[in-house]
Structure formats: structure tokens, C-alpha cells
């Protein structure tokens, strides 16, 4: 479940001065008045033959998967401080606990967050089932309570074995990837950090497709992806692991398990499976599939399915068919596409392959291939649209990777060398990703390291633009904050101010600009980038709701 997922916009209070109320917890079961016992519970992997196939990492999404209520709407509850300025010398220690000392405290296991039982049944099973030895679990959350569900973890004990000293969640999960952005990029990472093929995964996730939808792009990278609207439940559990096992052992898929699934498919029909990946393999008797035919000249809307960082090129495949073309990145930076990544929706025009653009690439031709003449993200442009309200709004911007710290709620301070932001106190403005990565030589990660406890890979996340997310575009809001002029270094180079700002002292601005709050517009807007700060008009259909 991510961070930005409101389903009734926040109403507004006299009582806190107008800002928008936090919306209200929603539960999918009551909290249990009692332990869970497993006596009578047969793990469902028994269930299967011995010869099926497991996956090696199943992968579960947090709220409203394996837990009740979602942690965003707890912030009323556990509210953050209000002004990291008023911090004084506090030591880094009192810094990390300033949740408890100035809002409240956290969520806690079973008090104000608890498993679901379905949830609890699986769980038990993966750590106690001996075929399930050896197979790998990780969670891959949105949220942006990435501090709470952490904290969670730590508390809940795996389900029936309470009594075990260090048998928690957090022991049973061997891989976590709890930040904001995308779950392509959570998937990206954990294919990376364990070996393990997209083939080999299988992931539950309670938001199936839409704008804020996890298992539809998890599904097009190859992963069987699990919709559980109702959270996690043993029925849906012991059907996932069965259409798993069958389509591992499809021969006519080559191994191919990339869909979604959900019990209101299987009840619906008796091929389960939307969207694959791939087109199936027709048996002899089957009627050969018809894909529309494209050339050169067409312009169309395609989808990145390979991209080679390293040899600066990449195939698309046009929607509705199964030919990938062939682009460069030659292709891309003239429409400021600068950072392909697999999964994009882009806008493609095609041409013929010649040698001219090849010798030019440093490839070997291919005449007669299509390739692309040009390729652009498929988003859409600021300024005042027939189709769309807008909001007029003031928008500034700034390189990589200090864009991403700003707009996932890392960076909380901006430093300016001058009084840019002063006059902009109490206003929501746009932030623009610029074109170019900001030169700090990976200066900011051992701040963060030092400052906040953040792993390498925490902040390499943190620092990453998720996925539809490009640079040239408008990103995300902010809601600013005072700026105070801080001339004396020393006061500037204190821990919490440099973990803030996410630079040291001696080299950040003086004026430093406090964010109250951040968040990433629903899609990407295509802005003509002026100095200092400038007014956009953005749609006001991809504002998050609560800004």
C-alpha cells in the first residue's frame, strides 16, 4: 500500500487551522482479543505434490496485506514534531526520538496495528513448514511510515512462536525494501540483492491496477503477482501457490508466470491469468495469433522493455503487439528523455534502420529493422488544458539526487545560498527534477549514515526517482516552512542540521528553508525549466489529495 493511496479527500477543520484532517483508520477485521492458535491449521504447501515447483522469494506488501489498519492514517495519532528548527543542541540521540518526545510515540504490535489471520496462518507456515526451508520472504512496502514498519516488525513476533527469543518478523523477513516510490523499483532491487529471477518470485499486494496499483507493473516485469483486495486469506494463499506450481510446470509458458491473479478471476473464469507478460505458445491446433502490423512513419505508444545502461541502448514494444524495436540513446535526450527505465510508458515515432544511424551509434546496421526516431516519456505537458483544471501554482528546481531526498521526506531542509524560498512560508510549491546530477561525490550518504542510521541501500532508495518519475519534469509538492538565516557554520554543521539538509555545514547555504511536508504528484509533468522560482500550471488531477 503506498503512501499517497487517499480514497476520500481530507476534510477541513477550524480547530487545526484549516489544513486538511488526516483521514480516518479503516480496519479490514477487528484487532484479536486473543493469541491465534495453530493447532488445527494444515499449511498448505502440503497440499501440493511433491514434485511442484515453490518459488524461491515470496514477497508480501505491509498494510492491508498482512496488517490492519494502513500506517498513513495513524498520523493524527503519532503526529511528527512540528518544528525541527526548535531541536536546539539536542544530541543525535534525543534527534532520533523526537517522534516519542514530541508526537506521541509509534504504532505498536497489536495495540494500534495488528496481523490479520489469514496473514497469521501464512506466516506460521513459512516459518515452521519444512518445505518452505530455504525459500527466501521479504517485504516490499510504499509506505511512507518506512520508521514504523520497521518498528513493527521488530515487535511482532512470528505467529505461534511467541516464546522464542528473536523469532520476529523482522528475523523471519531476510530482505526489506519499506520506501517510497515504486514497487518495480522495491522488485529491481531485490532481484539484485538475492539472484533470484522474476520467475521465481511470487508477491501479494492488496492495490491491483490504477494509478497507485502494485500488482499489474509487478506482473509485467515476470513476477506472479497476487491481488488480495481483503487482505491476505489462507484460501487465496494455498490458490496462489497451486496456479503457481502449474505454471512453473507449463511447458508450453517456458516458465513464464508473469500475471495477476485473484479469486474473483478464478471464480470468474477458468483461466485465471490477465495480461501475461508474453504471448502464450499455441498448441499445433490452436489458430495462429494475429498482433497488428506497425512501420515506419507510425507514431505509437510503447513500453521500455529493455534497457542496457551501459551500452546506451534499448528496446520498446508497441501496446497491443509482440515486436520490440530498437532505440537509442541518441533518440532520447533530444526530447529530454534521460533516464530510460524498464517498465516506462513512452511515445514512440519509427523509422527504417540505416547505416548513417548506425555508423553514427557505433553499431552494425540492419536494414529493413524498425528503430526509433525519437522517444519521449508519454506524459503530459504543464499550462492550461481544455481536458484538465489546473492549478497555477510557484515551482523551483533542483538536480539529483537532492530532487528524490526532498519529495521522499528525507531532506527537510532546503539551503539556499540566498533568500530564495523566504517569501513562499506556508505555500505549497512544485519541485522540478533538473537534467543533471548534482556534484556532492557521494558526500550525503555518509551524512545520512552517520546522522540518521541509514544503510547504504536505504538512502541509495531514498535518493532514486521511482518509477514514471523523470527528469525535465515536475515531480512533486512541498509545503514550505520559515526560512532562518543561519550565517554561523557551527550552528549549521550541528548533526541534525546537516542530516536535514543532507550536506555539510561549511559547504550548504545560509538560508535554510524548513519542509513541512512532501509528496510525489500521481504522474510526471513535462515543465520548461526558468531560474529561481517560477509559476507552472499543473493538472489538478495529479496533486495529491491532502495538498
Not at 528523455?337 to 557505433?362: C, I, K, M, Q, S
Not at 550548504?508 to 528553508?513: C, K, Q, V
Request: proline residues 8%; neutral net charge; charged residues 25%.
Amino acid at each position: 500500500a503506498g503512501p499517497a493511496r487517499r480514497r476520500d479527500p481530507p476534510s477541513l477543520s477550524p480547530s487545526n487551522g484549516g489544513r486538511p484532517r488526516p483521514p480516518r483508520s479503516r480496519t479490514l477485521q477487528p484487532r484479536p482479543e486473543a493469541p491465534r492458535s495453530f493447532d488445527n491449521v494444515v499449511p498448505a504447501v502440503d497440499a501440493l505434490p511433491p514434485s511442484a515447483l515453490l518459488p524461491k522469494l515470496v514477497v508480501f506488501d505491509l498494510d492491508h496485506t498482512l496488517w490492519t489498519p494502513e500506517l498513513y492514517t495513524l498520523s493524527s495519532r503519532f503526529p511528527e514534531p512540528r518544528d525541527k528548527f526548535d531541536s536546539g543542541s539536542r544530541s543525535r540521540r534525543d534527534i532520533s526520538s523526537m517522534g516519542r518526545e514530541d508526537g506521541g510515540g509509534v504504532p505498536r504490535a497489536w495495540k494500534d496495528v495488528w496481523l490479520l489471520d489469514g496473514a497469521q496462518d501464512v506466516l506460521w507456515e513459512l516459518a515452521t513448514a519444512p518445505r518452505w526451508a530455504g525459500v527466501g520472504v521479504a517485504a516490499a512496502s510504499r509506505t511512507s511510515k518506512g520508521d514504523w514498519a520497521r518498528s513493527l516488525l521488530r515487535e511482532f513476533a512470528v505467529p505461534g512462536l511467541d516464546e522464542e527469543p528473536g523469532a520476529t518478523l523482522d528475523r523471519l523477513f531476510s530482505h526489506k525494501e519499506i520506501y517510497t516510490g515504486s514497487k518495480v523499483m522495491h522488485f529491481e532491487r531485490l532481484r539484485e540483492r538475492t539472484g533470484v529471477e522474476y520467475r521465481d518470485m511470487i508477491f501479494f499486494d492488496d492495490a491491483r491496477s490504477g494509478k497507485y496499483g502494485n500488482c499489474d507493473p509487478v506482473s509485467r516485469m515476470g513476477v506472479l503477482a497476487v491481488h488480495c483486495p481483503d487482505g491476505l486469506s489462507v484460501e487465496l494463499w494455498g490458490h496462489a501457490l497451486e496456479e503457481y506450481a502449474r505454471l512453473r510446470g507449463d511447458e508450453s509458458r517456458d516458465g513464464h508466470v508473469g500475471t495477476v491473479l485473484s479469486l474473483e478471476d478464478r471464480d470468474a473464469r477458468s483461466d485465471p491469468f490477465a495480461r501475461p507478460l508474453q504471448p502464450q505458445q499455441e498448441s499445433s491446433k490452436s489458430e495462429p495469433s494475429v498482433t497488428p502490423e506497425i512501420s515506419a512513419g507510425q507514431e505509437l505508444d510503447a513500453t521500455v522493455v529493455q534497457w542496457k545502461s551501459d551500452r546506451k541502448f534499448g528496446f520498446v514494444r508497441a501496446e497491443g503487439t509482440s515486436q520490440n524495436v530498437f532505440f537509442h540513446v541518441r533518440n532520447c535526450t533530444a526530447s529530454g528523455y534521460f533516464d530510460p527505465r524498464v517498465g516506462d510508458r513512452v511515445r514512440v515515432g519509427l523509422v527504417e534502420d540505416t547505416p548513417e544511424a548506425n555508423l553514427a551509434e557505433n553499431n552494425h546496421p540492419h536494414p529493413g529493422r524498425l528503430r526509433c526516431a525519437w522517444i519521449r516519456p508519454n506524459a503530459r505537458k504543464e499550462g492550461p488544458s481544455s481536458k484538465h483544471e489546473t492549478r497555477r501554482m510557484p515551482c523551483f528546481s533542483m538536480n539529483q539526487p537532492f530532487a528524490a531526498l526532498l519529495a521522499n521526506g528525507v531532506k527537510t531542509i532546503e539551503s539556499r545560498t540566498y533568500s530564495l524560498l523566504s517569501e513562499y512560508a506556508g505555500q505549497t510549491v512544485v519541485l522540478h527534477v533538473g537534467r543533471r546530477t548534482f556534484p556532492d561525490h557521494g558526500k550525503y550518504i555518509s551524512i545520512l549514515k552517520e546522522t540518521k542510521g541509514m544503510t547504504e541501500s536505504e538512502v541509495a532508495a531514498a535518493a532514486a526517482l521511482p518509477f514514471g518519475m523523470h527528469r525535465g519534469h515536475a515531480v512533486a509538492v512541498l509545503r514550505l516552512g520559515k526560512t532562518r538565516f543561519v550565517p554561523d557554520s557551527r550552528v549549521r554543521s550541528k548533526p541534525e542540521i546537516e542530516g536535514a539538509v543532507c550536506a555539510n555545514g561549511l559547504e550548504m547555504g545560509s538560508h535554510l528553508t524548513e519542509v513541512k511536508a512532501a509528496a510525489w504528484l500521481k504522474e510526471s509533468i513535462l515543465v520548461k525549466v526558468q531560474r529561481g522560482v517560477f509559476e507552472v500550471e499543473i493538472p489538478s488531477d495529479v496533486i495529491p489529495d491532502d495538498f
